[in-house]
T-cell receptor, first 111, second 114 residues
Framework: DAKTTQPTSMDCAEGRAANLPCNHSTISGNEYVYWYRQIHSQGPQYIIHGLKNNETNEMASLIITEDRKSSTLILPHATLRDTAVYYCIVRSFFGNEKLTFGTGTRLTIIP | DSGVTQTPKHLITATGQRVTLRCSPRSGDLSVYWYQQSLDQGLQFLIQYYNGEERAKGNILERFSAQQFPDLHSELNLSSLELGDSALYFC?????????????FGAGSRLTVL
């Protein structure tokens, strides 16, 4: 699996958009970008994934650069419940591969 | 409720003992994954099963073993327990479709070894 680089921590004001960057410069053509988060000691929660197009769901938006070497997860209106560790993971397109978690970004939403 | 059920939620035991953690995957999911998360540590992949067969192995100690049964539930057996085995153990499952399978995680089993 390709390696990802994320900032160790970030703060965001409640109600503002939280933009979490991720670098994955060694991503290969058959790899997706996944985002998960872990709220304190809970099981990791899937947020969104994408291959090369921007994606949006009820939780977040994922912006992937045209060269696919980096991406940004956007939480449009952050709430205190969004405080968590966010993991950017690159994983093979070919199904049922494990997820390899890095250290992620600890996002703190400030009231 | 993610649909992945793990039992027990909490377990306290002594060094040298053996425990079994159980995981029931989401209905229809054939793959089960086990992860370990020690205090303030990252999520470490232990092992994966697909439809009863071992599929991938990570940093799993020889004292640990797992299996997936015909009804697709899985058990993680931890033996000769040491203080350092205290951790959260997560199970995840995913479907059998090719492509971008999403892993769904359970709430975890917290093991404390005294």
């Amino acid at each position: 699996d390709a390696k990802t680089t994320q900032p160790t921590s970030m703060d965001c004001a409640e109600g503002r958009a939280a933009n979490l960057p991720c670098n994955h410069s060694t991503i290969s053509g058959n790899e997706y970008v996944y985002w998960y988060r872990q709220i304190h000691s809970q099981g990791p929660q899937y947020i969104i994934h994408g291959l090369k197009n921007n994606e949006t769901n009820e939780m977040a938006s994922l912006i992937i650069t045209e060269d696919r070497k980096s991406s940004t997860l956007i939480l449009p209106h952050a709430t205190l419940r969004d405080t968590a560790v966010y993991y950017c993971i690159v994983r093979s397109f070919f199904g049922n591969e494990k997820l390899t978690f890095g250290t992620g970004t600890r996002l703190t939403i400030i009231p | 409720d993610s649909g992945v059920t793990q039992t027990p939620k909490h377990l306290i035991t002594a060094t040298g003992q053996r425990v079994t953690l159980r995981c029931s995957p989401r209905s229809g999911d054939l793959s089960v994954y086990w992860y370990q998360q020690s205090l303030d540590q990252g999520l470490q992949f232990l092992i994966q099963y697909y439809n009863g067969e071992e599929r991938a192995k990570g940093n799993i100690l020889e004292r640990f073993s797992a299996q997936q049964f015909p009804d697709l539930h899985s058990e993680l057996n931890l033996s000769s327990l040491e203080l350092g085995d205290s951790a959260l153990y997560f199970c995840a499952s995913s479907g059998d479709r090719a492509g971008a399978n999403v892993l769904t995680f359970g709430a975890g089993s917290r093991l404390t070894v005294l």
